[in-house]
Structures are given as structure tokens and as C-alpha cells.
């Protein structure tokens, strides 16, 4: 028994053939569009008309979204709140006991008669990008020459050191960080006062402080900061902190690792420290009067052995040839001796003639 629809229902191809044709179009349509583009404007048109209909299909995860946004700002926002309170807390407290220091520093000072201590100014700057050598640690900041930007400035932020001026240009200047491999900072370790120097790493994570002997007191843990003793860095800066000491036997030095304090990858908003030391340059170095007058004798010494030596030696050649012509005539001193008398006994009748005999 056949079952088929009625004759007012069977219109137009069959199912099969539209299927066919419909994906040959399908198909057709996405080679022309990844060729040509020629869907671009369809596209656009229908994206559109549709437009207001997808934001009204989104309108509940925005309000959701917004309500979870604003109750997690608003928790961020208190717990940041309340930690600014605490840390403006601590800087006031912090302000007051370096104002009082300050005046008790003043005070001794001139009850010693000691020069004042060197002043600092800073310039706020902005990191703008870091340089193109991979190899090393360098940023510039948006400042230059024309801003009062000097060679040599530290660069700090709230945390402590970041780095060094080491190019200025008009508009820029380029800053060598802490953990570049050729930098260098003078510290001193909070605990003990024991003063070294810092250097970086070829890695640029760490950093290494450099002929610590190993009978020195240093643990993990310890603060340095900048001695002031360079004239660069003024003194008492935050540096770095030590995470370990390694002391083997064999060497006369420990390895000492540190981390830096401030984010020195991480750092923005930077000051640039302008320094000025009071203290008055080192002077030359002169030789040592004792040092200089025992040179001088042992100059001359020399110089008059050399000079007998030439004289002895002058002195031999002459002396051997008369030597051997005396030995050769002795006799000829006798004889001269012998014919004296008598030139004298003929000489003596002629002086005195008619004298009685």
C-alpha cells in the first residue's frame, strides 16, 4: 500500500534535489566570501539590524556583571582605604621622629663644629619603554637635559633604589637599573654597619654582595642600604635584603645573595635624586717625604760608586806603565848620584883661586 501525499501538497522539486542545491550554494558562497570579500556588505548590514537585539539579549549579564564589579570595588576599595590609613599613620609618626632627629642632628652638629649634611632634591619622572638590547637592564624616562637632568642621578621610588642616569639626552635620559650587570652601589648592612658593595647579575633577578669576608656577620634577612660614602647615592636609602649567605672553606670571601626592595622591573612613576655633597674633594696623592729622601740617598750612594768606579778605573792604566819603567832603570838614580861630587870638586878650586892649599 502506497502512501502518498495528495496532489495539491506535491510542488516543486524533490527534497533531495533541494538539499543538493542548497549546499552547492552553501559552498559557493564561502569560497567567493574567503576569495573575494563579497559578503562584506551583507555582513555589515545584517550585523546592524541585529545589533539591537543582541544588547537586548545581554542586558542580564551586564546588570550582573555590573553588580558583581561593584560589590568587589567597593570590598577593594575599603580594604585599600584602610590600608592608606594605616601606612599614612605610620609615615606621620615616622615624619615626626625624623623631625625630631633632624633637630637633634642640627643641634649636634654645630655643637661640634661638623658641616652640614648634603642636601637632596628630586624631580618626579615617568618610565616611557625599556631599551632594545635584551642583554641588559636599561629603561628612559621622559626626562632630559633640558628638565635638569644630570649624569650620574640616582633613580628611586616609595620602595628605594631602582637604578642610575648613566645617558642624558635632551628630552630623555637613560637609566641603568639596580640589577644590570655592570651596576654597582655602595651599602652598609643595617644590623652590623658593615660597609661592601652591591653589584648585579648577568641574569638580572639577583643581586651580589661582593667581598664580604667570611668571619663577617651577615644572615638572611638583613637590610642594606646606601652608605653615602660614593657621593652619589645619598646615605640611608633602602637597597636590597639578603636571602642567603653561602660560606665554603675554601674561598676567603662569602656569596652573599640579595633581592632588591623596590620593584625594579615593576616601577613606573619614578624621582630622580639630585645629590649635593658638602664634602670636599679627596686630595691628590703625594709620595711619602721619608720614602722620597731614602730614594734620593740611595740615588746618590750609586751615583758616587759609579763615579769611584771611573776613576779607579781611569786610574789603573796610568799607574802600571810607570811601574814597569822603574823597574826596568834602577841603577840610573845611583849614577846621577855619583857624578855630583865630582862636578862639585872640580867646581870648587875655579870659585876660590890663590887659596891656601
Known amino acids: ?49 541585529l545589533y539591537p537585539l543582541q544588547r537586548a539579549a545581554l542586558v542580564p549579564r551586564d546588570v550582573f556583571m555590573g553588580a558583581a564589579d561593584l560589590a568587589v570595588t567597593s570590598a577593594t576599595l575599603r580594604h585599600e582605604n584602610e590600608k592608606l590609613r594605616t601606612k599614612d599613620l605610620q609615615l606621620s609618626q615616622q615624619a615626626n621622629t625624623a623631625a625630631e632627629l633632624a633637630a637633634e642632628n642640627t643641634h649636634l652638629r654645630a655643637l661640634l663644629q661638623l658641616s652640614q649634611r648634603a642636601t637632596t632634591q628630586s624631580l618626579p619622572a615617568e618610565i616611557q619603554y625599556d631599551t632594545r638590547d635584551p642583554f641588559t637592564q636599561k629603561v628612559v624616562i621622559g626626562r632630559g637635559a633640558q628638565q635638569g637632568i644630570q649624569n650620574g642621578s640616582p633613580i628611586v621610588n616609595e620602595d628605594g633604589v631602582i637604578g642610575q642616569v ?46 664580604v669576608p667570611i668571619s663577617a656577620d651577615v644572615q638572611a634577612g638583613d637590610e642594606l642600604v646606601t652608605s653615602g660614602l660614593d657621593g652619589v647615592y645619598p646615605p640611608g636609602l633602602p637597597v636590597a635584603k639578603v636571602v642567603r649567605v653561602d660560606k665554603q672553606a675554601d674561598t676567603a670571601f662569602a656569596r652573599v645573595i640579595c633581592l632588591p626592595v623596590a620593584p625594579v622591573r615593576g616601577a613606573r612613576q619614578v ?70 861630587p865630582a862636578a862639585d870638586k872640580s867646581a870648587k878650586p875655579q870659585a876660590t883661586p890663590g887659596a891656601k892649599p
Open 1 to 49: 500500500m502506497e502512501y502518498s501525499p495528495p496532489p495539491l501538497f506535491k510542488q516543486g522539486p524533490s527534497a533531495l534535489a533541494r538539499l543538493v542545491f542548497f549546499v552547492v550554494l552553501a559552498l559557493a558562497l564561502l569560497i567567493s566570501d574567503a576569495r573575494f570579500r563579497t559578503l562584506e556588505i551583507v555582513r555589515g548590514v545584517l550585523g546592524a539590524g
Open 271 to 340: 624621582l630622580v635624586l639630585h645629590y649635593l655633597n658638602n664634602v670636599p674633594p679627596r686630595p691628590a696623592e703625594e709620595p711619602d717625604a721619608a720614602a722620597a729622601a731614602k730614594d734620593a740617598k740611595k740615588k746618590g750612594a750609586k751615583a758616587a760608586e759609579s763615579k769611584a768606579a771611573a776613576d779607579k778605573n781611569a786610574a789603573k792604566p796610568a799607574d802600571k806603565p810607570a811601574a814597569k819603567g822603574a823597574d826596568k832603570t834602577p841603577p840610573a838614580k845611583p849614577a846621577a848620584a855619583e857624578k855630583k
Open 166 to 211: 648613566t645617558r642624558v639626552f635632551p628630552l630623555q635620559a637613560e637609566v641603568t637599573l639596580l640589577t644590570d650587570k655592570d651596576q654597582a652601589v655602595p651599602v652598609q648592612i643595617v644590623r652590623t654597619g658593615l660597609r661592601s658593595v652591591i653589584y648585579g647579575t648577568p641574569k638580572g633577578d639577583t643581586l651580589d654582595l661582593r667581598f
